[in-house]
C-alpha cells in the first residue's frame, strides 16, 4: 500500500471553488468571488488561493501549527 505524504493529504483535502478552464466570469468576477468565500463562516477555516497546476481556486484547510 501506497504511503500518503504530508502533500498528497493536503490535495485530498482540497475543494475546487473555480475551474478557471470552464468558466465565463471575468477576472473582476472571480477576485469578488474570492472574497465572497473568505468571509464566508464554510471556508473561515481554509486557505483560499488559485492553484496554478490545477488552474482553479482552491480552498485548503488551514494547516495548524
Known sequence: MKKVDRL?????????????????????????????????????NCEIFMDGDRYAIVARPKVKK
Open 8 to 44: 498528497d493529504e493536503e490535495i485530498l483535502q482540497d475543494k475546487i471553488l473555480i475551474d478557471l478552464h470552464n468558466t465565463s466570469l471575468t477576472l473582476g468576477e472571480v477576485m469578488s468571488r474570492i472574497e465572497s468565500y473568505k468571509q464566508d463562516p464554510l471556508y473561515r
